[in-house]
C-alpha cells in the first residue's frame, strides 16, 4: 500500500496515477496512517503550507524518521522540495522533511516561464519523453555524490533519484501517463523485505 500525503496539494491525481500504476494506494494524514503504508507520495502543492500543516498535525518528525530508516518517498513539485536537505534561501523558517542530499530552488523558472510544458527524457523511463507540466516549480540547484539525476531542462536538474527516495520538479500526475508512477511503485516493491 502506497500513501499519498494529504495535508494540500494535488493529492487526488496522485492517487489516480497511482492506481493507474497498479498500486494500491491511500491518503495519508495522521501519524496512524503513515506507519502502515510502505511507500509515500508527497504531491505538488505549495510546500509553505504542506510544511506547517505537517508540523500542526504531528506528521514531521515522524515523516523524517520513515524517510531516515528506508521507507521509499516519492515527491513532485513542492514535494520534491519538501525532500530536499535543504532550500535555498528558506523564507519564515521553511523546513523540509529532507532525505535528498540537494539544494532546491523554489519558483526556479521565473516568472516568463512560470507554468510550461517541456518533453523530458527521463532515465529510468522507457518509451519515449514524458510530458513534464511545470508549474512554478523548483529545479535542482546542486546535488551532492550519492543523487542521481535522471532529467535536466535548460540545464537544470529536474528529476533526481538517490536509493528509494525519487523526486521531479514536473507533475506526472496531471497527464495520464503513469510511467513515473510505476517506476516509483517498482521501488516500493524492491525495497519490501525478502522472505
Ligand atoms: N511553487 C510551489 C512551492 O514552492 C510548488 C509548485 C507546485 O507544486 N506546483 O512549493
Known amino acids: 500500500m502506497i500513501g499519498v500525503l494529504a495535508l494540500q496539494g494535488d493529492v487526488r491525481e ?10 494500491e494506494a491511500r491518503s495519508v494524514r495522521r501519524p496512524e496512517e503513515l506507519a502502515v503504508v510502505e511507500g509515500l507520495v508527497v504531491p505538488g502543492g505549495e510546500s509553505t503550507t504542506i510544511f506547517k500543516l505537517a508540523r500542526i498535525f504531528d506528521l514531521l518528525e515522524p515523516l ?20 530536499a536537505d535543504k532550500i535555498l534561501d528558506p523564507r519564515s523558517g ?22 510550461f510544458e517541456a518533453a523530458v527524457d527521463m532515465a529510468g523511463v522507457d518509451g519515449g519523453p514524458v ?22 531542462v535548460e540545464g537544470h536538474p529536474v528529476a ?22 510505476r517506476l516509483f511503485t517498482e521501488m516500493v516493491l524492491s525495497a519490501r523485505p525478502q522472505r
Open 94 to 115: 521553511q523546513e523540509t522533511v529532507g532525505g535528498i542530499d540537494m539544494i532546491v530552488r523554489r519558483n526556479a523558472f521565473g516568472r516568463q516561464n512560470e507554468s
Open 64 to 83: 523524517r524518521e520513515r524517510v531516515r530508516s528506508g521507507m521509499p518517498a516519492y515527491g513532485s513539485c513542492a514535494g520534491m522540495i519538501m525532500l
Open 14 to 23: 496522485h492517487l489516480a496515477a497511482l492506481t493507474g500504476a497498479g498500486a
Open 131 to 152: 510530458e513534464g507540466v511545470f508549474i512554478r516549480a523548483p529545479w535542482v540547484e546542486s546535488t551532492g555524490a550519492g543523487v542521481e539525476v535522471l532529467a535536466s
Open 160 to 181: 533526481v533519484r538517490q536509493g528509494s527516495l525519487l523526486a521531479t520538479s514536473f507533475h506526472p500526475e496531471l497527464t495520464g501517463d503513469h510511467r513515473v508512477h
